[in-house]
């Protein structure tokens, strides 16, 4: 069975500082992709970035940045110089690679609450 | 934009009734799936459709059902609905056939069951 833990429930920061999302994560599987998330106070979900177990080059977007580390199951988040509208839940999820139905397993989500 | 609306956005029923939502797409993806979004749990499968009239359950599907007649539309049909039921339900849909794709998803339903 697959699960994924977002140990911290609920971050709060303020504006410009850094903050740094946990996500660990358990499975049998030797090839599986990983995601992050947004949801934003409006509700929607928003897309953020997609990894795959075989690669395990760190990625950097503008102010975020994605950690994997296969050695301890973790894929962490960090969001460099927050802004208030960073203030959102961010989810972690993982699939199985290549299974019918590409079924995504959620953590539990963290809430970030950026202050200005 | 990945063009998947639901309906209805919210919806009050009470304990026993049937309800139905509708999740639809315009770009004829093949796979489509319902989750439930619930504190601490983040969001959970409930059925998950791979083509027309092509579906399996998810991790909680007891009290839920599906159907998909045409690619284009996703119901999920609660036959009589329990205050257990009340969540926020979202829609999503996969594009492409490789099993690597993100999933999109749609505006979500607010439900609460009296």
């Known amino acids: 069975a697959q699960k994924v833990t977002q140990a911290q429930t609920e971050i709060s920061v303020v504006e410009k500082e850094d903050v740094t999302l946990d996500c660990v994560y358990e499975t049998r599987d030797t090839t599986y992709y990983l995601f992050w998330y947004k949801q934003p106070p409006s509700g929607e979900l928003v897309f953020l970035i997609r990894?795959?177990?075989?690669?395990?080059q760190n990625e950097i977007s503008g102010r975020y940045s994605w950690n994997f580390q296969k050695s301890t199951s973790s894929f962490n988040f960090t969001i460099t110089a927050s802004q208030v509208v960073d203030s959102a839940v961010y989810f972690c999820a993982l699939t199985r690679a290549g299974a019918a139905g590409n079924k995504l397993t959620f953590g539990g989500g963290t809430r970030v609450l950026v202050k200005p | 934009d990945a063009g998947i609306t639901q309906s209805p956005r919210h919806k009050v029923t009470e304990t026993g009734t049937p309800v139905t939502l509708r999740c639809h797409q315009t770009e004829n993806h093949r796979y489509m799936y319902w989750y439930r979004q619930d504190p601490g749990h983040g969001l959970r499968l409930i059925h998950y459709s791979y083509g027309v009239k092509d579906t399996d359950k998810g991790e909680v599907s007891d009290g839920y059902s599906v159907s998909r007649s045409k690619t284009e539309d996703f119901l999920l049909t609660l036959e009589s609905a329990t205050s257990s039921q009340t969540s926020v339900y979202f829609c999503a849909i996969r594009p492409g056939l490789a099993g690597d794709n993100e999933q999109f998803f749609g505006p979500g339903t607010r439900l609460t069951v009296l």
């Open positions: 990894r795959n177990s075989f690669d395990e």
